[in-house]
């Protein structure tokens, strides 16, 4: 839930809170590490270090080095960095270089009993998404809205609350942003709108005393989150923007690989505090198994692993169809071209170097991620409804149809036709031509169950799948959406009126057909009939 009043500031100090009790949970296991290179100079003076011996200690001073930084100690990074490539160096060597090795040891020790460092400043985060305003105040609601879209949301200010139920009905948000004071009890009528009609989209509520007891009616209407309104526009976008970009994050998996406990500790916490679902793995030979059971959304790999080096992981991961695509993100503790070279010669897509700074690597992951997330939307929905598009329609009705199948459940296809489409088009012009459309979409969206499939087939034609439902039961289903339709005449922003009706038919799998090409064509001549009998109706 998003904690009332958080801002950019709020943020900041929720991440030095979690570096610092990070910090003192790893604590004691930095210093456990710091005690094995005692016990390896020790063997040293000694002369009784054997081979296997100093790869330890090698190994164990890597992670001291990655793990300190991480936390904001770059002296002990640097200390660290020196005994790795002491015990990284000939044997023969490490006598000579112990008595000053030795007084560092204590430096190290000193450094890692002090607190963790806190982050510097951070600029104002950025988001890709859609905003409804819902204030009553006109100048407050512009300013937010203007804030927002310096940030990179697209905004639509509803400046009441018939206004802002509309727009929710309209679908495509992903944040409504609620004034409680201005619109009083509709707002609870508004926030019910939004869980059931919207139910990914975030909810917040602009409230005098965030937490007075009125609060908790506000939140179990379906407010995600409230925030103070005596708060400045910018900080409300902090809020607006952390939501959104946890709600994208939420929606994606990664796979973080690391031998290094320490680190895999800080991935937890940092991605869980983020909203970011993640498996972490510890040991790189179980790499595989853990790919195919999360399926991930991307791959963190670190380079510097014991039996299976990450240029090794990548080159494989690049090697197998299933994830050749797969964004992968490798830490390094390089700092070298050749190395950098390297690391995009073996497939990775991005490097951050050890020691990790967490707002950094955040801020990489969240960037990837959201770049895939585009990609996904231009490859599978259609720009203009939000639907999905054709592509996408034929590849999900093939797992509908296995699952009906295998079930015994019936699988009905719907194709509809917006009636007079060209008409409209002529008399209003294309951008209203386009409103009808879009609020259709929205309209079909609220009709039907969110695991039915519902795509813009082309031009003004609409597919939609439904599964569980005979050809007689998904005719019914269709034809209340009609009466809604009719019932609900579409005013553009131009203000004129215009009537909207469609045409529509419908087939069933196996009655009708046993693919989508046989079942489409009985769809298409139940529309044809549907048309030639006078447009605005349903024929199963």
Do not use: K
């Given at each position: 839930m998003t904690q009332p009043g958080r801002s950019a500031s709020g943020e900041a100090v929720l991440e030095r809170q979690m570096i610092q009790q990070l910090w003192e949970r790893s604590r004691e296991r930095l210093?456990?590490?710091?005690?094995?290179?005692?016990?390896?100079?020790?063997?040293?003076?000694?002369?009784?270090?054997?081979a296997e011996a100093q790869r330890a200690a090698e190994r164990t001073a890597h992670q001291i080095a990655g793990a300190a930084g991480t936390f904001g100690f770059p002296r002990a990074t640097e200390i660290?960095?020196?005994?790795?490539?002491?015990?990284?160096?000939?044997?023969?060597?490490?006598?000579?270089?112990?008595?000053?090795?030795?007084?560092?040891?204590?430096?190290?020790?000193?450094?890692?009993?002090?607190?963790?460092?806190?982050?510097?400043?951070?600029?104002?985060?950025?988001?890709?998404?859609?905003?409804?305003?819902?204030?009553?105040?006109?100048?407050?609601?512009?300013?937010?809205?203007?804030?927002?879209?310096?940030?990179?949301?697209?905004?639509?200010?509803?400046?009441?609350?018939?206004?802002?139920?509309?727009?929710?009905?309209?679908?495509?948000?992903?944040?409504v942003l609620v004034d409680a004071e201005v619109t009083g009890e509709d707002a609870l009528g508004l926030l019910a709108?939004?869980?059931?009609?919207?139910?990914?989209?975030?909810?917040?509520?602009?409230?005098?005393?965030?937490?007075?007891?009125?609060?908790?009616?506000?939140?179990?209407a379906g407010a995600g989150g409230l925030v103070a309104r005596s708060l400045p526009p910018?900080?409300?976008?902090?809020?607006?923007?952390?939501?959104?970009?946890?709600?994208?994050?939420?929606?994606?998996?990664?796979?973080?690989?690391?031998?290094?406990?320490?680190?895999?500790?800080?991935?937890?916490?940092?991605?869980?505090?983020?909203?970011?679902?993640?498996?972490?793995?510890?040991?790189?030979?179980?790499?595989w198994e853990a790919i195919e059971e999360t399926a991930p959304d991307l791959v963190l790999l670190d380079l510097d692993m014991p039996s299976v080096t990450g240029f090794e992981l990548c080159r494989l991961l690049r090697a197998d169809p299933r994830f050749e695509s797969t964004p992968v993100i490798v830490l390094t503790s390089s700092h070298q071209q050749a190395a950098v070279e390297e690391v995009f010669a073996a497939g990775a897509d991005d490097y951050v170097t050890k020691p990790v700074d967490p707002a950094e690597l955040l801020a990489r992951v969240s960037g990837r991620l959201e770049r895939l997330r585009q990609q996904r939307l231009l490859a599978e929905t259609d720009p203009l409804t939000g639907l999905a598009n054709r592509r996408t329609f034929i590849r999900e009705l093939a797992r509908l149809r296995t699952d009906a199948v295998r079930s015994g459940e019936p699988l009905s296809v719907v194709l509809l036709d917006l009636d007079d489409f060209e008409e409209i088009n002529q008399r209003h012009g294309h951008t209203v031509g386009d409103e009808v459309l879009e609020r259709l979409a929205a309209l079909l969206r609220r009709s039907f169950r969110a695991d039915d499939l519902i795509a813009?087939?082309?031009?003004?034609?609409?597919?939609?799948?439904?599964?569980?439902?005979?050809?007689?039961?998904a005719a019914g289903r269709v034809l209340r959406t009609l009466e809604r339709c009719r019932a609900n005449p579409f005013t553009g922003t131009d203000g004129r009126s215009v009537p909207v009706t469609f045409s529509a038919g419908v087939a069933q799998f196996g009655p009708d057909g046993e693919d989508l090409a046989s079942v489409y064509r009985s769809a298409e001549a139940a529309l044809r009939d549907a048309q030639a009998r006078g447009r605005d109706r349903v024929v199963p």
């Open positions: 210093l456990a590490q710091v005690d094995r290179l005692e016990e390896a100079l020790h063997a040293v003076v000694e002369r009784n270090l054997d660290a960095r020196e005994f790795e490539r002491m015990f990284a160096g000939p044997a023969e060597e490490l006598p000579s270089r112990a008595l000053t090795a030795a007084r560092h040891l204590a430096n190290l020790r000193r450094e890692l009993e002090e607190p963790a460092s806190s982050p510097g400043p951070t600029a104002p985060t950025r988001a890709s998404g859609r905003l409804l305003v819902a204030h009553g105040d006109p100048a407050q609601a512009r300013a937010i809205a203007r804030e927002a879209e310096g940030r990179g949301l697209r905004c639509r200010v509803a400046t009441d609350v018939t206004s802002a139920r509309n727009a929710v009905r309209q679908g495509r948000l992903d944040v709108d939004v869980a059931s009609l919207l139910p990914e989209a975030g909810a917040l509520v602009l409230a005098p005393e965030p937490q007075s007891p009125d609060a908790e009616e506000v939140r179990a910018a900080q409300v976008v902090d809020v607006v923007v952390d939501t959104v970009r946890r709600q994208q994050l939420s929606r994606h998996r990664v796979l973080a690989v690391d031998d290094d406990p320490v680190i895999l500790d800080v991935l937890t916490h940092l991605f869980d505090h983020a909203g970011l679902p993640v498996t972490t793995v510890g040991d790189p030979l179980q790499f813009r087939w082309g031009g003004q034609v609409i597919a939609v799948a439904l599964y569980g439902l005979s050809r007689e039961d």
